[in-house]
C-alpha cells in the first residue's frame, strides 16, 4: 500500500471515530460488532502509522495524539462492558476518543466529514 493511501485511510478511521454514535453504526455492515470494528480498524491503521511518521505526512503532535488514541483502545479492552452499540453514546472513553480524533484531525489540517469506509472489505 503506497503512503498516500496509508494516509487517506487514516483520516477515514479518525473520521469515524470522531463521528456521532449514529454515523458510526451506518458505516458499518449489521452483521458486526460496530464497537469493536472501530477499535480494529484504529488497531490496523495505527501500525501503520510509523511509516507515516517516517515519510513526514504527520508531525511528532499527531504520533502523539495517535499514541494516546491506541493506549485508549488499550485501556477500553479491559472493560468489557463499553464494546456496544450503548456505550458508544454513553460512555466518557468513547466520547474522549471523539474529542481525540478531532483533536488529531485539526493537527492535520483535515475538516471532518462522514467517513468514507470504501476501501474496506467486508466478508460475511
Do not use: C, H
Request: hydrophobic fraction near 45%; glycine fraction near 2%; charged fraction near 20%.
Amino acid at each position: 500500500m503506497e503512503v498516500k493511501q496509508i494516509y487517506d485511510n487514516l483520516i477515514q478511521i479518525l473520521r469515524l471515530i470522531a463521528s456521532t454514535p449514529n454515523v458510526q453504526i451506518a458505516s458499518f455492515p449489521q452483521f458486526v460488532n460496530v464497537a469493536d470494528e472501530i477499535a480494529l480498524s484504529y488497531n490496523d491503521i495505527y501500525l501503520l502509522v510509523p511509516l507515516l511518521k517516517k515519510e513526514g505526512l504527520i508531525s511528532p503532535v499527531v504520533y502523539g495524539i495517535l499514541t494516546q488514541m491506541d493506549e485508549l483502545f488499550d485501556i477500553m479492552s479491559q472493560n468489557k462492558s463499553i464494546w456496544n452499540v450503548d456505550a458508544l453514546e454513553n460512555d466518557k472513553y468513547w466520547q474522549k476518543s471523539r474529542f481525540l480524533a478531532l483533536s488529531i484531525l485539526k493537527e492535520l489540517n483535515e475538516s471532518y466529514d462522514k467517513p468514507n469506509l470504501g476501501f474496506v472489505n467486508w466478508i460475511t
